[in-house]
């Protein structure tokens, strides 16, 4: 069974940095998802996808709110991605997941939770201001 799990998550001042990491477990052969990503639940909003990247094609994507702010990046590790944030600020904080698409034959924006088939627990940040 694919488990995913988050960690680095924390409290930070604003305009301070947090790195966050996910590791993928339980998976037989190579880990070979599709796009790999990280979401965030803010307090009382909805879950959005705010960073992912695709290892195939090595291209990233990011939410408005986070362009040249946050980088998303698969590690050394195979079944490791990262998520660098900079510049934290105060909008930032909730609570993040990692999650991983599969190659399934549809399509989904890289950004909208509906194309993830498995998710991390969720990490909290949370930036003071």
């Known amino acids: 069974q694919v488990q995913l799990m988050e960690s680095g998550g924390g409290s930070v001042q604003a305009g301070g940095s947090l790195r966050l990491s996910c590791v993928a477990s339980?998976?037989?052969g190579l880990w070979n998802p599709k796009r790999m990503a990280w979401f965030r639940q803010p307090p009382g909003n909805?879950?959005?996808?705010?960073?992912?990247?695709?290892?195939?094609?090595?291209?990233?994507y990011y939410h408005d709110s986070v362009k040249g702010r946050f980088t998303i990046s698969r590690d050394s590790a195979a079944n490791t991605w990262s998520l660098e944030m900079d510049s934290l600020g105060p909008e930032d904080t909730g609570m993040y997941y990692c999650?991983?698409?599969?190659?399934?034959?549809?399509?989904?924006?890289?950004?909208?939770?509906?194309?993830?088939?498995?998710w991390g627990q969720g990490t909290q940040v949370t930036v003071d201001s």
């Open positions: 339980g998976y037989s």
């Open positions: 909805r879950r959005e996808g705010i960073a992912a990247f695709a290892p195939g094609s090595q291209s990233t």
């Open positions: 999650a991983a698409e599969m190659y399934s034959g549809t399509y989904a924006p890289p950004l909208a939770g509906r194309a993830y088939t498995y």
